[in-house]
């Protein structure tokens, strides 16, 4: 456990705007270490816009990210961007390669780019992205950028995170009941088809577009952008589009409704872990294998004073 | 709670688009369980450190085929000063002459690795020294 003393220090630099404070922040937020931090912290957030960026490997997410970045650097806003990359479910190790794409923000006293390792996290993000976000929140970004995994279909955490979600496709990936499918489909606010100069692109817009016109919608129907994420083109289109949707979700008082479900999701996300933490503990105690696995859950539960 | 994995930068700098070397030993790494963050090509040692201190870095590892080792190794070691993160463990690798390798220690780079150097003494440095360093910083 990190002391008292340790933790003044590190918010008195986080005051003070120094980038190593927040790197080390989020660094105590991966090892579960954070809550102290985001308590002292928390009540500074809620004003940075969080877009959500998914979409399967090899789509440009990085590509686009580099671009957004540029795009929100010309109208003057900070920028945080949060990148996660699978880890090892073997060594553990992780290969974090999104910021090749982000090189010429490096040094930009105003972007602050963290690559996560998911650490065995589902659902397309790593335990610790919410926090981290809040961190960049609090730290004073205007705009929170989140790059979830090279998602497949079903990894739609980023939803729960994020004010606005970008999910990108790329031309030729599959027929057209693909987008009808259940899953990452349904979670976008805007749909990017990105690579928009391969020649299969239309055909992926037509199909997405009459996905979106037999789809029951509430009052947002999801837009849809073309990009080629590599010259900018179809990035400003990309920015109009989230704004459009920021101002959807501050006139309709959908944000209030979305900040209470990420809220509620944190609560289950940090409750759930600290249980599955001690059933952890309690089944290495429990070495017995005796009587089917129920038995041995009822057992686990009845132990940490649990009774169903 | 398991330990927190020790995070690498593998980087890349100046005029040097050759990263195989590089890719080797980021794949080694991952494969013993750090968490590696590639640059890619073509940095500056300012963008390194930068990427290092967002990245709450243990180790810069830096790779160099170009002959310009004795320039882009001090540039690195003097920004990581500048920068408040002289304790971030910086080492490298390349085709660099014994003379040079005992230069870039004397002026603080941690070990140099040359062509033949065995993956598993190249983790094992970093696992030692970067291990020094978790205890330092927690």
Redesign the interface.
Same mark, same amino acid.
């Given at each position: 456990m990190?002391g008292q003393a340790?933790i003044d220090a590190l918010l008195r630099d986080f005051d003070a705007s120094k980038? !190593?404070a927040l790197? !080390?922040a989020? &660094?105590l937020s991966? &090892?579960?270490l954070g809550a102290p931090l985001i308590s002292a912290l928390y009540a500074r957030a809620g004003r940075a816009t969080t877009i959500g960026l998914t979409g399967p490997p090899g789509v440009g997410k990085s590509t686009l990210s580099a671009a957004l970045v540029r795009k929100a650097r010309t109208l003057g806003k900070k920028v945080g961007v949060i990148s996660v990359d699978p &880890?090892?479910p073997f $060594?553990?190790?992780? %290969? %974090?390669?999104d910021?090749? !794409?982000l090189?010429e923000h *490096? $040094?930009d006293a105003d972007v *602050?780019? !963290? &690559?996560m390792?998911s650490?065995g996290h589902l659902g397309g993000l790593a335990g610790a992205t919410a926090d981290a976000a809040l961190l960049m929140d609090a730290f004073g970004f205007d705009v929170v950028l989140i790059e979830t995994v090279g998602a497949g279909q079903s990894e739609v955490e980023i939803a729960e995170l994020a004010q606005t979600t970008i999910v990108a496709l790329q031309p030729g990936s599959g027929d057209s009941v693909q987008v009808l499918k259940a899953g990452i489909m349904e979670i976008a606010d805007v749909f990017v088809v990105n690579k928009s100069d391969h020649p299969m692109a239309n055909q992926l817009r037509r199909e997405i577009r009459s996905m979106i016109e037999i789809a029951a919608y509430g009052a947002w129907v999801p837009e849809l952008v073309a990009t080629q994420a590599l010259t900018g083109d179809g990035i400003d289109e990309l920015w109009a589009a989230i704004e459009r949707h920021a101002v959807y979700l501050n006139e309709s008082g959908e944000i209030e409704r979305r900040r209470r479900e990420a809220f509620a999701h944190q609560v289950r996300h940090i409750a759930a872990g600290r249980i599955g933490?001690l059933v952890e503990r309690a089944l290495d105690a429990d070495a017995s294998i005796d009587g089917d696995p129920y038995a041995a859950a009822a057992r686990v539960l009845r132990s940490l004073g649990i009774r169903e | 709670m398991r330990a927190r994995p020790l995070r690498i930068i593998v980087a890349k700098a100046g005029l040097d688009g050759h990263d195989r070397g590089a890719k080797v030993i980021a794949r080694a790494l991952r494969d013993a369980g750090m968490e590696v963050i590639y640059t890619g090509l073509f940095q500056t040692p300012e963008q390194i450190v930068q990427t290092a201190i967002q990245e709450d870095a243990d180790g810069i590892g830096l790779s160099i085929l170009s002959g310009a080792h004795m320039t882009l190794f001090p540039l690195v070691v003097e920004q990581l000063k500048a920068q408040d993160a002289g304790d971030v463990v910086f080492f490298g690798g390349g085709t660099i002459p014994p003379e040079d390798v005992a230069e870039l220690k004397r002026l603080g780079v941690r070990e140099i690795f040359t062509p033949g150097a065995p993956l598993q003494e190249i983790v094992d440095f970093i696992e030692r020294e970067c291990g020094k360093h978790r205890e330092l910083v927690g």
């Amino acid at each position: 456990m990190k002391g008292q003393a340790t933790i003044d220090a590190l918010l008195r630099d986080f005051d003070a705007s120094k980038p !190593r404070a927040l790197a !080390r922040a989020i &660094s105590l937020s991966e &090892s579960g270490l954070g809550a102290p931090l985001i308590s002292a912290l928390y009540a500074r957030a809620g004003r940075a816009t969080t877009i959500g960026l998914t979409g399967p490997p090899g789509v440009g997410k990085s590509t686009l990210s580099a671009a957004l970045v540029r795009k929100a650097r010309t109208l003057g806003k900070k920028v945080g961007v949060i990148s996660v990359d699978p &880890s090892s479910p073997f $060594t553990h190790g992780a %290969l %974090l390669g999104d910021r090749i !794409r982000l090189t010429e923000h *490096f $040094t930009d006293a105003d972007v *602050f780019i !963290r &690559s996560m390792a998911s650490r065995g996290h589902l659902g397309g993000l790593a335990g610790a992205t919410a926090d981290a976000a809040l961190l960049m929140d609090a730290f004073g970004f205007d705009v929170v950028l989140i790059e979830t995994v090279g998602a497949g279909q079903s990894e739609v955490e980023i939803a729960e995170l994020a004010q606005t979600t970008i999910v990108a496709l790329q031309p030729g990936s599959g027929d057209s009941v693909q987008v009808l499918k259940a899953g990452i489909m349904e979670i976008a606010d805007v749909f990017v088809v990105n690579k928009s100069d391969h020649p299969m692109a239309n055909q992926l817009r037509r199909e997405i577009r009459s996905m979106i016109e037999i789809a029951a919608y509430g009052a947002w129907v999801p837009e849809l952008v073309a990009t080629q994420a590599l010259t900018g083109d179809g990035i400003d289109e990309l920015w109009a589009a989230i704004e459009r949707h920021a101002v959807y979700l501050n006139e309709s008082g959908e944000i209030e409704r979305r900040r209470r479900e990420a809220f509620a999701h944190q609560v289950r996300h940090i409750a759930a872990g600290r249980i599955g933490d001690l059933v952890e503990r309690a089944l290495d105690a429990d070495a017995s294998i005796d009587g089917d696995p129920y038995a041995a859950a009822a057992r686990v539960l009845r132990s940490l004073g649990i009774r169903e | 709670m398991r330990a927190r994995p020790l995070r690498i930068i593998v980087a890349k700098a100046g005029l040097d688009g050759h990263d195989r070397g590089a890719k080797v030993i980021a794949r080694a790494l991952r494969d013993a369980g750090m968490e590696v963050i590639y640059t890619g090509l073509f940095q500056t040692p300012e963008q390194i450190v930068q990427t290092a201190i967002q990245e709450d870095a243990d180790g810069i590892g830096l790779s160099i085929l170009s002959g310009a080792h004795m320039t882009l190794f001090p540039l690195v070691v003097e920004q990581l000063k500048a920068q408040d993160a002289g304790d971030v463990v910086f080492f490298g690798g390349g085709t660099i002459p014994p003379e040079d390798v005992a230069e870039l220690k004397r002026l603080g780079v941690r070990e140099i690795f040359t062509p033949g150097a065995p993956l598993q003494e190249i983790v094992d440095f970093i696992e030692r020294e970067c291990g020094k360093h978790r205890e330092l910083v927690g």
